[in-house]
């Protein structure tokens, strides 16, 4: 019913950039919270920043001032621009989303499969 793709992963070197991007489509009335997770090899998945639909962020305390998040509500699109990345930052980063399907109905939480993002030393 309802997908969320993730693209703009890739491999980058420590003190670069880059910006993700997930998308939502199918069967969708209204998108609530939306959120980026990440989940490094032998960890557990973590939060990394969320956002309201009116725009209010939080962040991880290990992204604060060099991670944006953002969305598009016209395109139910949420993005992650990360900046002065870090080895540690390596992870496949998830992103989700708070979607009510139709009036009246139960907000569910839907996931995306996940983009790679590796930073090299």
């Known amino acids: 019913q309802v997908q969320l793709v993730e693209s703009g992963g890739g491999l980058v070197q420590a003190g670069g950039s880059l910006r993700l991007s997930c998308a939502a489509s199918?069967?969708?009335?209204?998108?609530?919270?939306m959120g980026w997770y990440r989940q490094a090899p032998g960890k557990q998945r973590e939060l990394v920043a969320g956002i309201t639909r009116l725009g209010n962020t939080n962040y991880a305390d290990s992204v604060k001032g060099r991670f944006t998040i953002s969305r598009d509500n016209a395109k139910n699109t949420v993005y992650l621009q990360m900046n002065s990345l870090k080895p540690e930052d390596t992870a496949v980063y998830y992103c989700?989303?708070?979607?009510?399907?139709?009036?009246?109905?139960?907000?569910?939480?839907?996931w995306g499969k996940g983009t790679l993002v590796t930073v090299s030393s």
């Open positions: 199918g069967r969708i009335f209204r998108i609530n919270g």
């Open positions: 989700n989303a708070e979607i009510y399907n139709s009036i009246g109905s139960l907000a569910i939480t839907y």
